[in-house]
């Protein structure tokens, strides 16, 4: 089955996410791979305008399907914010969008990190302060949470015991953040994503599925 990879030759900013609009309705799957919520595709169906940071830019009403890949730092939080926008429009899409188990997660407090890194700096670097860094910094050095945690709530809870306690000592009193917190706060997160029957799932239990359907990958960055 055909597949094929959209992203970018420069920085960014070509306009991707309409091309894969465009073509999307040709595909079964629309697969983003990489990157977080630093990345906007802006798409224009029937005249109104929608925003996606981290959804595919699939066409609402269509036959596709999203696949958030292992690749990407998912922030929850934005995540449903743009399955709410796109749920009130479109009654049912969660239910076509699939996230892989393996991928890693944007807590708050990588938010908090990124603007404490961008003030340490010498030469600031100008990011966006949505936690992708550090969220891929705790990914390589094994302190990342991946969606799995979601679901065995004594892993989660033990996990943040010792990431916390490591990320206090190593911030000292600008790290404000409690473990109760950030659990209860993921907690929430995923009953909201459980009500709107998003599909939880890993690439390797897709691997049938995928090459034996047609699937666009969607690139979220440019290259420089």
Known sequence: MERVAIVGAQWGDEGKGKVVNYFSKNYEWIVRFSGGANAGHTI??????YVNHLLPSVIP????????????VID???L????????KDFPGFSSKVYIDLEAFMVLPYHKEEDGILEKLRKNPIG?????IGPSYTDKVSREGFKIYH???????????EEVIYLKRNIFGNKFKF???????YLMEQKKKLEKMNVNFT???????VFRNTSVLFEGAQGFY
């Open 44 to 49: 224009y169906y029937k005249g109104k305008k």
């Open 80 to 87: 449903i914010k743009e399955l709410e926008i796109l749920e």
């Open 127 to 131: 990011t966006t302060k949505k936690g």
């Open 61 to 72: 009403e269509g036959n596709s399907k999203a696949f958030l890949g292992a690749g990407m």
């Open 150 to 160: 979601l679901f065995d709530e004594k892993l989660l809870k033990n996990r943040l």
């Open 76 to 78: 929850i939080e934005q």
């Open 178 to 184: 409690k473990v109760e917190e950030i659990f209860d």
């Open 202 to 208: 890993s690439a390797i239990d897709m691997a049938d």
